[in-house]
């Protein structure tokens, strides 16, 4: 009998052991079990949009190497107070939770191995995907009604929780800050640190009205580059200082404007 596989190396969301250390949800994960003691924790956050239109969420696993079995535990606001879990209720051995929450705030997801024979081996990877089911709102006044999917980029209203990308740098996108939508929020990704730029074009209805900023990911509760809040012209460009490399976020919002019809471009630039 030949000797067990080496593990796989630590993936880029260690160290995620506790829910203290979880990773911030902003898109698809993949993650590793390097070792049989190996758990992964992610902080996910519930906007309060979602609680008041009853929007259900869909967390699981999948892409799972070959003779993984994965298990789901989802915890409450507090990161201690277990709420539900799930073994098999995805595709082979996946884990998925399917949950309706009813209210806002940072929930926690921790994914461990069935058992030790899931871990610590060269196969021993998985993906981790959370899915707002949001489709179309429908709203309390008919007159307010409204297709919730603005754009191509939709659903991309929270940045910790499905900021759209990758953006690719130098490549221009064009967008919509719909009613009742007046919030995009996008990542990238910058391979070392430096000087980049956020160029904004806005339609004539946005100008005067519309916000941005730009997070790294590790924390995105704190700006590091700022409109000083609403942009003035239609054509704009903020300058953030990217301090490390890794995954930065730009957040565009309005307050109390939309537009339905006329499309804002966004261009990033990486040092």
Known sequence: MGAWPSPPAYDAYESDDEAALASPYQGTQSHSFHSSEDVDWVRLTVPSFDVARGVSYRIETRNLGWGMDTVLELYDTDGATHLVQNDDGGAEFASQIRWTPTFEGTYYVK?????????????????????????????????????????????????????????????????????????????????????????????????????????????????????????????????????????????????????????????????
């Open 111 to 271: 994914v461990r191995p069935y058992s030790s024979q899931s871990t610590a081996y060269c196969d021993a990877y998985y993906d981790l995907l959370v899915v707002a089911n949001r489709g179309v709102v429908l709203p309390t006044l008919m007159s307010d009604y409204h297709p919730f999917w603005c754009d191509a980029y939709e659903p991309n209203d929270h940045r910790e929780v499905n900021a759209w990308g990758p953006l690719q740098p130098g490549v221009t996108y064009s967008a919509k800050l719909c009613r009742g939508d007046a919030e995009d929020n996008y990542w990238f990704d910058v391979s070392r640190a430096g000087r980049g730029y956020v160029n904004l074009t806005l339609p004539a209805s946005l100008v005067g009205k519309t916000a941005v900023a730009v997070y790294a990911a590790t924390n995105p509760n704190a700006d590091i580059a700022f409109s000083d809040g609403p942009v003035e012209s239609a054509q704009y460009r903020l300058e953030y200082d990217a301090s490390h490399a890794g995954r930065y976020l730009v957040r565009i919002y309005a307050e109390n404007a939309w537009d339905d019809a006329s499309a804002y471009t966004l261009r990033v630039s990486v040092p």
